[in-house]
């Protein structure tokens, strides 16, 4: 079935670090993928995305790496501060559909430690 | 900020009542899609509307109708609301229904009693 699940539901690491959130999906159809970051009463707000024809693509401070044969990706945080302290979803685009629907997994929590 | 608009903020229902959530789309953005988020979890899609007519639904009960106007905005209705039904509700806006980039509102959290 379709699911996209994110391997630990916290994870904490000291500013300045560098952060990797991971993501496994099982749709191996799938072709588009999203993070977002979501703080506390607050919806989520897109940080990257990547399509299945990459394997990786870098923004501000974040890299997205996909692995499409154990169908995994992951965000990479350079330089993790404070603010980046928030739920982290990855969300896979559903390709069978004409909607482009999002499939969340259940979120990591990134606590930054100052 | 994004531009997505939600109201109310907040909102407490006794079960067994209706509910009506509105949504305003980010200027330009002709589709929106709701999405129900329980405490700890991912959101779930309950479903999309484009130029005023639904494209798609989640696994939702038919108790979940929506609305979109030609103006684009959106409402979210629930009948005869369930314990189960509190939650987060986002809206999301998006320039078309497939790949367009979707911007969340910041969400109406329902209480029911």
């Known amino acids: 079935g379709e699911s996209v699940g994110l391997h630990l539901p916290t994870l904490s690491v000291q500013e300045g670090d560098n952060s990797i959130i991971n993501c496994a999906y099982s749709n191996s159809a799938s072709d588009y993928f999203i993070w977002y970051k979501q703080e506390s009463g607050k919806g989520p707000q897109f940080i990257i995305d990547?399509?299945?024809?990459?394997d990786k693509r870098q923004g501000q401070r974040v890299t997205v790496l996909l692995n499409k044969t154990v169908k995994h990706l992951s965000l990479q945080i350079a330089a993790t501060q404070p603010g980046d302290s928030a739920v982290y979803f990855c969300a896979e685009v559903d390709g069978s559909s004409n909607t482009g629907k999002l499939i969340f997994g259940q979120g990591t929590t990134l606590q930054v430690k100052p | 900020e994004t531009g997505v608009t939600q109201s109310p903020t907040h909102l407490i229902k006794t079960r067994g009542q209706q509910v009506t959530l509105r949504c305003s789309s980010q200027?330009?953005?002709?589709?929106v899609s709701w999405y129900q988020q329980a405490l700890g979890q991912g959101p779930q899609f309950i479903f999309q509307?484009?130029?005023?007519?639904?494209?798609g639904r989640g696994n939702f009960p038919p108790r979940f109708s929506g609305l979109q106007f030609p103006n684009y905005s959106s409402e979210l209705n629930v009948n005869a609301l369930e314990l189960d039904d509190s939650a987060l509700y986002l809206c999301?806006?998006?320039?078309?229904?497939?790949?367009?980039?979707?911007?969340f509102g910041p969400g109406t959290r329902l209480t029911v009693t």
């Open positions: 200027s330009g953005h002709n589709t």
């Open positions: 999301a806006s998006s320039l078309g229904r497939v790949r367009g980039e979707q911007y």
């Open positions: 990547i399509r299945s024809n990459m």
């Open positions: 509307y484009y130029r005023e007519e639904e494209n």
